[in-house]
């Protein structure tokens, strides 16, 4: 710990962050010891025309700790009309950090690093898990920042979402986010806005399971002792909802991109599939979003098949861990340099939890199979 430093004469001694941070830039063989911002070059003089040449956005989500927000390092500005009620970090420091120390202040690991003091009583900066566990939340507004400012480019901003998330646990039924095939011909469903397919105890046994209601069902295993639970409460609820944070933002991501689905293909009478009601030609986005959700709690989460991709429609692809019967092959590093072994066994977890799946409908999605074709 370092706590004891803070009462001993300043002898050199390092602190466990600097040093965790020393650590990722050998790993990464001195590219993180560079300033962040050096990883975003902007051309200058007359051959730049006024445009820099093309990066792609990264952002890095913290929490800051006095305020519960989120604090965000990035290389373009934090505005507050596109990240609602965030910190910009570097706009708060009044300067560069280096790119180590940018990476670290989105992964500060409770009690494994410490909170980063941003100096001047500006607070401190503690993990982005904190706040949400997914960063979906930053991408849902990033998205929504890139279609209005491209409004009137064509043919305009599709939506390609890849969601990377590593928690082994995640269960098909709640937290596995996934765009469906609507049954009724109408825009994709959402799976964790689906049924689950099993009556609950409130709904009687003479149901049938696509007749239960659709509530959110709990696990009676995960409920903590009544006794054990005085002093387990304040920690498990602050650990619990961090993740259920970031679960409901990708959730928010899976219905942005099924409200944008297009109409269902009509018959050559103009009208729609029997089953799906004729509707305006144009829906307001919160009109969409509620047809979306109301379509999918009449389907099974165990029944419907994954939404087909094609090159113009938007897509998101959700690359997870999750319990299928088999452990995960990788264990979550707690760290952003992966050791060899871990990298070898992503291949296994391609195999798992229908992500193969995924990853060839993200590459129809994106036009990459098409190229490939093309290539051969």
């Given at each position: 710990?370092?706590?004891?430093?803070?009462?001993?004469?300043?002898?050199?001694?390092?602190?466990?962050?600097?040093?965790?941070?020393?650590?990722?830039?050998?790993?990464?063989?001195?590219?993180?010891?560079?300033?962040?911002?050096?990883?975003?070059?902007?051309?200058?003089?007359?051959?730049?025309?006024?445009?820099?040449?093309?990066?792609?956005?990264?952002?890095?989500?913290?929490?800051?700790?006095?305020?519960?927000?989120?604090?965000?390092?990035?290389?373009?500005?934090?505005?507050?009309?596109?990240?609602?009620?965030s910190l910009d970090a570097l706009h708060l420091l009044?300067?560069?950090?280096?790119?180590?120390?940018?990476?670290?202040?989105?992964?500060?690991?409770?009690?494994?690093?410490?909170?980063?003091?941003?100096?001047?009583?500006?607070?401190?900066?503690?993990?982005?898990?904190?706040?949400?566990?997914?960063?979906?939340?930053?991408?849902?507004?990033?998205?929504?920042?890139?279609?209005?400012?491209?409004?009137?480019?064509?043919?305009?901003?599709?939506?390609?979402?890849?969601?990377?998330?590593?928690?082994?646990?995640?269960?098909?039924a709640h937290e596995l986010v996934r765009i469906k095939?609507?049954?009724?011909?109408?825009?994709?469903?959402?799976?964790?806005?689906?049924?689950?397919?099993?009556?609950?105890?409130?709904?009687?046994?003479?149901?049938?399971?696509?007749?239960?209601?659709?509530?959110?069902?709990?696990?009676?295993?995960?409920?903590?002792?009544?006794?054990?639970?005085?002093?387990?409460?304040?920690?498990?609820?602050?650990?619990?909802?961090?993740?259920?944070?970031?679960?409901?933002?990708?959730?928010?991501?899976?219905?942005?991109?099924?409200?944008?689905?297009?109409e269902p293909p009509r018959s050559a009478s103009g009208?729609?599939?029997?089953?799906?009601?004729?509707?305006?030609?144009?829906?307001?986005?919160?009109?969409?979003?509620?047809?979306?959700?109301?379509?999918?709690?009449?389907?099974?989460?165990?029944?419907?098949?994954?939404?087909?991709?094609?090159?113009?429609?938007?897509?998101?692809?959700?690359?997870?861990?999750?319990?299928?019967?088999?452990?995960?092959?990788?264990?979550?590093?707690?760290?952003?340099?992966?050791?060899?072994?871990?990298?070898?066994?992503?291949?296994?977890?391609?195999?798992?939890?229908?992500?193969?799946?995924?990853?060839?409908?993200?590459?129809?999605?994106?036009?990459?199979?098409?190229?490939?074709?093309?290539?051969?």
């Amino acid at each position: 710990m370092d706590a004891p430093s803070s009462f001993l004469p300043d002898l050199g001694q390092g602190d466990r962050g600097t040093t965790l941070e020393r650590s990722f830039e050998n790993a990464s063989g001195g590219l993180l010891t560079r300033p962040f911002l050096s990883l975003f070059p902007y051309k200058t003089g007359p051959a730049a025309k006024g445009r820099a040449p093309w990066r792609p956005i990264l952002l890095l989500n913290a929490t800051h700790e006095e305020t519960g927000k989120r604090i965000i390092t990035g290389h373009v500005l934090i505005e507050r009309n596109v990240f609602i009620d965030s910190l910009d970090a570097l706009h708060l420091l009044g300067k560069d950090v280096r790119a180590s120390t940018a990476a670290h202040n989105s992964a500060r690991f409770t009690y494994i690093s410490p909170a980063g003091d941003l100096g001047d009583k500006r607070g401190s900066v503690i993990d982005g898990g904190y706040f949400e566990n997914y960063g979906a939340l930053s991408a849902l507004e990033l998205a929504r920042a890139a279609r209005w400012e491209l409004r009137n480019e064509k043919p305009g901003v599709k939506l390609a979402i890849l969601m990377i998330s590593s928690d082994p646990g995640l269960e098909q039924a709640h937290e596995l986010v996934r765009i469906k095939e609507a049954k009724d011909g109408g825009r994709c469903l959402v799976s964790v806005a689906e049924r689950e397919g099993e009556p609950s105890d409130a709904a009687g046994n003479s149901q049938t399971p696509n007749e239960s209601p659709n509530y959110l069902s709990l696990d009676k295993n995960e409920v903590e002792n009544a006794w054990i639970n005085e002093f387990l409460a304040p920690f498990q609820g602050i650990k619990n909802v961090r993740e259920a944070h970031g679960n409901r933002a990708a959730a928010e991501l899976a219905v942005q991109i099924c409200a944008e689905y297009p109409e269902p293909p009509r018959s050559a009478s103009g009208s729609a599939p029997a089953s799906q009601p004729p509707r305006a030609a144009s829906q307001s986005p919160q009109t969409q979003t509620a047809a979306t959700l109301d379509r999918a709690k009449n389907e099974n989460v165990d029944q419907s098949p994954p939404a087909a991709a094609s090159h113009e429609n938007p897509y998101l692809a959700h690359l997870a861990m999750c319990m299928d019967g088999k452990p995960a092959p990788v264990q979550p590093p707690l760290g952003w340099v992966l050791s060899k072994a871990t990298q070898d066994a992503f291949v296994d977890l391609l195999n798992q939890c229908g992500n193969d799946h995924e990853l060839t409908q993200l590459e129809i999605a994106l036009g990459m199979q098409a190229q490939q074709q093309v290539a051969r």
